[in-house]
């Protein structure tokens, strides 16, 4: 699977901003999807995730409440919708695939990463 991350850019605190990942080389369904983000000098972290259908989500603690995921199969794209923006999230995110029924927040648990797309958030 290739992931291509898109979305991202400078925005003041309080902002919105959308990402968006798609996917291309097999069956995207097939996939559980990430994103993460990685602050410099820090780990590459969890933010949100999706199940294969869409039913289900997850969020990391930080962003629960601001943050959602979703995802169009048809159109073989995930998206991570960003609300309240706050200037601790300036990080590069990243969209995974996954394709084992893993921890959700395990990096080493997806298979494909896209490349990152820088959000800052200005105070």
């Known amino acids: 699977v290739q992931l291509q991350a898109s979305g991202g850019g400078l925005v003041q605190a309080g902002d919105s901003l959308r990402l968006s990942c798609a996917a291309s080389?097999?069956?995207?369904?097939?996939?559980?999807m990430g994103w993460f983000r990685q602050a410099p000098g820090k780990e590459r972290e969890f933010v949100a995730a999706i199940s294969r259908s869409g039913g289900y989500t997850y969020f990391a603690d930080s962003v629960e409440g601001r943050f959602t995921i979703s995802r169009d199969n048809a159109k073989n794209t995930v998206y991570l919708q960003m609300s309240s923006l706050k200037p601790e999230d300036t990080a590069v995110y990243y969209c995974?695939?996954?394709?084992?029924?893993?921890?959700?927040?395990?990096?080493?648990?997806?298979?494909?990463w896209g490349q990152g797309t820088q959000v800052t958030v200005s105070s």
């Open positions: 995974a695939a996954r394709s084992s029924y893993s921890d959700y927040s395990a990096l080493n648990n997806y298979d494909y």
């Open positions: 080389g097999r069956t995207f369904s097939n996939y559980a």
